[in-house]
């Protein structure tokens, strides 16, 4: 309210008599123990909210009252705090704009299309602006709701609730007793093609049930819903309704319960599905279940009962916290806040109405903002790899939406705002110095620049001792933990099949020798035959021999003997080439980092300084240094702990379950910790810290945009 009860231009409104048109209603609702009024236009299916003295001008406007009575009538009911003239204008000015009101003169037939196109043009633009759901209206649901009731309405008593509870505890006990079967290999069951396919065909479907448990609850306590039509969701298609009248219900847990309903049909449906998915047969429909289950449960709680998207879960938070319009007041504050008190406007006008509103609109406005934001970006990227041009565009878009617009309106604020007529240069100089700060922030002040990798303690190859040939293990001739010499003998292997093939090839090649030595004189054909047999058993024989001198394990070079699990080597069948353990000097354990190709240029070329944590001493930093790197781009992990199943960061590719393979190329760099590392550590994650010295945030960005680009776009 400003000081002066009058206004220079009253006398242009006071002979009025206005009156509210016969598609405006009004409802009686409270927020934080406040009466509010709320004003529906059941033609453009818009709301206005009213505070008790608003309502009672807008009451006392029937017509024959001109508007200086009716002022005068509201003054007098509010001595204490009564509307001044210049409220009074606006009021009647906003309803006018809306076409809520009409007076004593003919209408305007001219000024009244000018209305509807500019009605249909601001419909449009509020599409544009979020390409990412573009919405497409098909027709009017209403009569059959109408019909329809008397069948849907009993599920909103406490026997629905009731049934609605028993199918979801039993859905959530089935899924708790089969979630390492539900769990195990999510990526690999829900990306495949054949699943990518079903999951496109189920999902229309259960957002359709979706959006009629919206229609339904609305219905069922009074609302009525006029508009059924198909969303592009992100390209992809997806029907919705219109149940804003559930705004208009006096009790915040019918509201509630209405933008809640379709989030309560997708949990119904996943409860169902997991109990059908519990005795399905494998095939199509316990992979329908599945997919179902994914869709009503993770999807539906992780968008549409997220509060910070325009989604059901948003409605649901602005009523249980009692601040209606949450976003857009939120959004309000902020600007509230920049006018008070880095501007210094005095008449700046608050959109908090009631205490404790102020630290939920703060925190709101700033995290809805970081979040859509992000996820703009997101989808918007993810569609580019797809469609490179399309994905642009909405990348720009959404960049314009959510930066360059609000960027754009605050400039021609500070510059042709009447409100800053006597504060304009102060104005100037603030917006110049802040945005010089964040500009120097992003460009100039330069910031420590790391690269964070994971890796595990790993032994040299050449350390290692494995096998020559197949055997069982009899003996370990060194005991693990002591120093071996190189070329001492440290285990042996048995295999009796082994020394039975020696023995008759020895035999084998007696006897060939015997009856050489017969023929050699007789018959000199036959004797270059047995020659032949001869030099082909020896050969025959060596390799036997060189396989029975195998079965005794010798150390390649002095140092530790390290056998994991010595415990239960002996009596334990080995193939060639397995690994006992390690010959280990002091300086051989060292670090095997796993890099992804964004990361190897930076490590490669600005690397100053290398830090270490093993994972069973975090709060110990350790200093280190590049030993080595292995040439060329692989796919072969080192050890699973680097995957993302063993807790790891690199993707596996879950089509080949016989060893870690990489979704994309990494890298592999050996580090060396000064001091060491001690033998019991080997094959233990270390988180490894790559110092690049410091750079601003925005070179930063810009490399990683442009490695987007490249990798994504070939661009």
């Known amino acids: 309210m400003s000081q002066s009860l009058f206004s220079q231009s009253w006398y242009r409104v006071a002979a009025l008599r206005p009156r509210l048109r016969r598609h405006a209603e009004i409802h009686r609702q409270s927020f934080r123990g406040e009466v509010w009024y709320v004003l529906q236009d059941h033609q453009t299916g818009r709301f206005h909210r009213l505070s008790p003295a608003a309502n009672l001008i807008l009451c006392m406007m029937d017509g024959r009252r001109t508007l200086q009575e009716v002022w005068e009538a509201a003054a007098r009911r509010n001595e204490d705090d009564p509307p001044t003239q210049d409220d009074t204008i606006r009021l009647i000015s906003q309803l006018h704009g809306s076409d809520l009101l009409q007076g004593d003169l003919p209408p305007d037939l001219a000024e009244l299309a000018e209305r509807s196109e500019s009605t249909a043009r601001r419909t449009l633009i509020a599409r544009v602006k979020n390409p990412l759901a573009l919405r497409f209206p098909l027709f009017d649901p209403d009569p059959l709701l109408d019909r329809l009731v008397p069948y849907f309405r009993p599920l909103f008593s406490v026997w629905g609730l009731a049934v609605w509870l028993a199918v979801v505890i039993s859905g959530l006990v089935v899924a708790g007793l089969h979630a390492g079967e539900l769990t195990g290999d999510v990526a690999g069951q829900m990306l495949s093609a054949q699943n990518v396919a079903l999951m496109m065909c189920l999902y229309p479907v259960i957002k359709a049930l979706h959006e009629a448990g919206h229609a339904c609850a609305a219905k069922a306590w009074g ?242 001792i494995r096998t020559k040939t197949d055997g069982i293990l009899t003996t370990l001739l060194v005991e693990p933990g002591r120093d071996a010499q190189a070329g001492e003998a440290l285990a042996t292997l048995e295999d009796p099949s082994l020394d039975s093939r020696v023995a008759v090839l020895e035999a084998q090649l007696a006897e060939l020798r015997l009856r050489y030595d017969a023929a050699r004189l007789g018959d000199r054909v036959q004797a270059q035959i047995l020659q032949e047999q001869i030099a082909s058993t020896q050969e025959i024989l060596r390799v036997y021999r060189e396989r029975q ?167």
């Open 549 to 715: 001198a195998g079965l005794i394990v010798r150390a390649s070079q002095a140092g530790r003997l390290i056998v994991p699990g010595a415990v239960d080597l002996p009596g334990r069948y080995l193939r060639r080439g397995e690994r006992i353990g390690y010959v280990l000097t002091a300086d051989d354990p060292v670090v095997r980092v796993v890099v992804p190709q964004t990361d190897v240029d930076l490590i490669r070329s600005r690397t100053q300084g290398v830090a270490a944590r093993l994972a069973e001493k975090p709060e110990e930093v350790r200093a280190g240094s590049i030993l080595r790197e292995v040439p060329g781009a692989q796919q072969e992990i080192p050890s699973l702990a680097l995957a993302t199943q063993g807790g790891g960061t690199i993707a596996v590719d879950a089509s080949n379950p016989q060893k870690p393979v990489a979704l994309q190329s990494i890298f592999v760099f050996d580090v060396q910790l000064a001091g060491g590392l001690p033998f019991n550590v080997l094959g233990e994650r270390v988180y490894i810290r790559f110092d690049h010295g410091a750079e601003p945030i925005a070179w930063r960005a810009l490399r990683s945009l442009r490695q987007v680009f490249l990798s994504q776009f070939r661009v």
């Open 223 to 464: 609302g009525e819903v006029h508009e059924v039509g198909l969303m592009l969701l992100v390209l992809f298609p997806a029907p919705y309704v219109d149940a804003s009248t559930s705004a208009a219900f006096p009790s915040k847990w019918q509201r509630m319960m209405v933008a809640a309903a379709g989030i309560f049909v997708e949990l119904f449906l996943a409860g169902l599905a997991a109990i059908v998915w519990a005795t399905a047969e494998p095939g199509l429909v316990r992979a329908a279940a599945f997919n179902v289950m994914v869709i009503g449960s993770v999807s539906t709680l992780l968008f549409n009962g997220n509060p910070l998207l325009r989604f059901d879960g948003y409605y649901i938070f602005a009523d249980l916290i009692e601040i209606p319009n949450l976003g857009s007041r939120a959004n309000r504050y902020v600007f509230y806040l920049i006018e008070r008190y880095a501007l210094k406007i005095e008449g700046a006008k608050s959109p908090v109405t009631a205490d404790g509103e102020r630290p939920w609109l703060f925190v709101y406005a700033v995290a809805a903002f970081i979040y859509r934001t992000t996820v703009s970006i997101a989808i918007a990227s993810f569609i580019a790899t797809q469609y490179f041009v399309f994905g642009v565009l909405l990348a720009g878009l959404a960049l314009f939406g959510t930066v360059v617009s609000p960027l754009v309106k605050g400039l021609k604020f500070i510059l042709t705002d009447p409100k800053l007529n006597r504060r304009r240069s102060r104005a100037v100089t603030l917006t110049s110095a802040a945005t010089g700060a964040v500009l120097a922030l992003l460009f100039v002040v330069p910031l420590p620049y790391t690269t964070m990798a994971q890796g595990v303690v790993w032994a040299p190859d050449d350390t290692q």
